[in-house]
DNA sequence: CAAATATACAACCAATCGGTTGTACGTTGT
DNA sequence: ACAACGTACAACCGATTGGTTGTATATTTG
């Protein structure tokens, strides 16, 4: 694994480890919303809602297009799923040491012990 | 979605968002390792080590069993798998939204307009 | 028993985080 | 033209993070 994935990856999570982002993917996965739109939804200030936008954004897990004077976010799926594939090869390491203990347990007996 | 699940979310993806973590994860998904042998891998100290597992452990991504004076750390996959169904429910939320496009594209024959 | 090993934890530090307020700037509507 | 709206960003603040060193406590080994 490189150096830039890794930075992606941490990017990714990081961005997820706070509920009001998770929130606001939420939100913006089920279609666009402007950034005060978003904020109005939220006991914090535009400033701060906007910051958890801007996180999201250089996470790469929404995109925004101008529509006028209005930001509209929306989210992307396909960075999910990078999020999710990366939980996936991790279980599959998993399931390598499952199968070498059983291995270990019922030994394939073509195969010398 | 509750406090308390919000709070393990948090804590499961935080946990995450560090490679030397991810890496010490994958490891112990792969496998048992004494606290110590996961230290001797990485380019820090042993205590750095230790709270990163400790991390992991609080979020349950991880178990640890007395061998001794070893600590055995081994990778809990239920723990992986909740986090990856997470992102499976925000996909189906993203789903529900081209759903929804796609019936104001092709309307069911069936519904009024 | 004594020395070495494995772990845990406290105290400290610089950097980052999540929030605030204030300011600036483009767009819209009167 | 000008007031209101939507957004961006800087400066600041307390809390948390990721690292350090040092110390304490079991457990093994000689």
Same mark, same amino acid.
């Given at each position: 694994?490189?150096?830039?994935?890794? %930075?992606? @990856?941490?990017?990714?999570?990081?961005?997820? @480890? %706070?509920?009001?982002?998770? %929130?606001?993917?939420?939100?913006?996965?089920?279609?666009?919303?402007?950034?005060?739109?978003?904020?109005?939804?939220?006991?914090?200030?535009?400033?701060?809602?906007?910051?958890?936008?801007?996180?999201?954004?250089? @996470?790469?897990?929404?995109?925004?297009?101008?529509?006028?004077?209005?930001?509209?976010?929306?989210?992307?799926?396909?960075?999910?799923?990078?999020?999710?594939?990366?939980?996936?090869?991790?279980?599959?390491?998993?399931?390598?040491?499952?199968?070498?203990?059983?291995?270990?347990?019922?030994? %394939?007996?073509?195969?010398?012990?």
């Amino acid at each position: 694994m490189g150096e830039e994935s890794s %930075d992606r @990856a941490d990017a990714l999570f990081h961005a997820l @480890a %706070d509920r009001t982002r998770r %929130d606001i993917l939420r939100r913006v996965l089920a279609g666009e919303h402007s950034v005060s739109a978003l904020a109005a939804n939220y006991d914090m200030s535009f400033a701060a809602v906007q910051k958890h936008v801007a996180v999201l954004e250089k @996470a790469g897990l929404l995109t925004k297009r101008r529509s006028g004077r209005e930001q509209l976010a929306s989210g992307d799926v396909a960075a999910v799923r990078s999020v999710a594939s990366m939980l996936t090869e991790l279980e599959q390491v998993w399931r390598g040491r499952i199968a070498r203990i059983d291995r270990l347990i019922t030994p %394939d007996p073509d195969q010398e012990d």
